[in-house]
């Protein structure tokens, strides 16, 4: 299998919060209900008052069975009474071809990768930003719930 990868989207997004592994989780929860993600990782780490957590996972939107939205959201938080939290989200858009020669292969190659796969493209980027409005809009409510210091 040949695949190419196009990193399109790269964003980060800080948050203040006292709960750095609840607010993590209600993040990937977003992605959730963009499809179904998978945590790559999840880990709580506490030594008392000081807290670490490290949360990721990933969503794969196929739009036809050689290109797909690949997303990661990357979480990571430390606390010691009051925390912060950073929010890592890239998007790559992925085409998989099988690794065949022909000229009935190299015609659709080169017809699907200069005329297909934009369209597919323009239809990642947008689902993208559809998904990083979303996390913001999520950061921005459990920003407001936060107390006033």
Known sequence: METVVDNFFSRKILLETKDIYGAALELVFVLDSFGKSQFTQNTFETDGPRKKSKVAAALVKRFDKHSSLAMSVKITGESNGIGYIEVMINADFQMVFPLEEGIVYNTFM???????????????????????DALEQKAKELRQRQPMS
């Open 110 to 132: 080169n017809y699907y990768a200069g005329s297909i796969s934009h369209v597919f493209r323009e239809m990642a980027e947008q689902r993208a930003k559809e998904i990083y």
